[in-house]
């Protein structure tokens, strides 16, 4: 019992003087202890820090957006939700999302609430299955790997690939899509190569 008191407390610590939002980090620490008996003390501390992350950087970019969503962390699978009033948060929430250590994988179901082509919604959500599909159909991508958003008929792509050559692979898949007119391409090469 005393490792989650003290995990708790560097916890708080680092998120006092690192912080814009001290009490997310409180909130966060607070939730490794339930957390830490089904997952381990390591992966939810991990998972806490990570959420914690996420949530302090959405504030730092618009904290009237950040107040609408909701974010779960499992063994670095972020998930999620809520709802933005423009396509283009969405898509900048899943590039920050991304850029946060330990990320790996980003499920961003946010809702837009602005829905004001029908037509060019059906589009791009064709446009999303297409290059899914093919992604997943890729046996040299890790689909899991990447997020795949399409707006207006451009396609963005985050995430992190293991090399060059994958993100050339995913970039291809994307420009070929049907309705896809431009490709904005935001993948990192993962660093760590163990």
Not at 94 to 114: A, L, M
Request: net charge positive.
């Amino acid at each position: 019992m005393k490792i989650y008191k003290v995990v708790v407390v560097i916890v708080l610590i680092f998120q006092m003087t690192q912080s814009c939002a001290p009490v997310l980090g409180g909130l966060g620490a607070v939730a490794i202890g339930g957390a830490a008996k089904e997952k381990g003390i390591g992966t939810a501390f991990s998972d806490s820090v990570i959420k914690v992350n996420i949530l302090n950087a959405f504030y730092k970019w618009d904290n009237n957006i950040a107040e609408n969503l909701k974010i779960v962390v499992e063994d670095g699978s972020v998930l999620i939700t809520g709802t933005v009033k423009k396509s283009k948060q969405k898509i900048k929430l899943t590039k920050i999302s991304w850029s946060i250590r330990g990320v790996k994988e980003v499920n961003n179901k946010i809702q837009v609430s602005d829905v004001s082509n029908i037509k060019n919604i059906a589009r791009d959500l064709a446009s999303v299955g297409e290059i899914r599909a093919r992604i997943l159909a890729h046996t040299e991508i890790n689909s899991l790997n990447f997020s795949i958003d399409v707006v207006n008929d451009a396609a963005y792509l985050s995430g992190i690939a293991s090399s060059e050559n994958e993100i050339n692979l995913v970039t291809s898949i994307a420009q070929k899509a049907r309705f896809v007119k431009e490709v904005f391409n935001y993948i990192k090469i993962n660093p760590d190569k163990r």
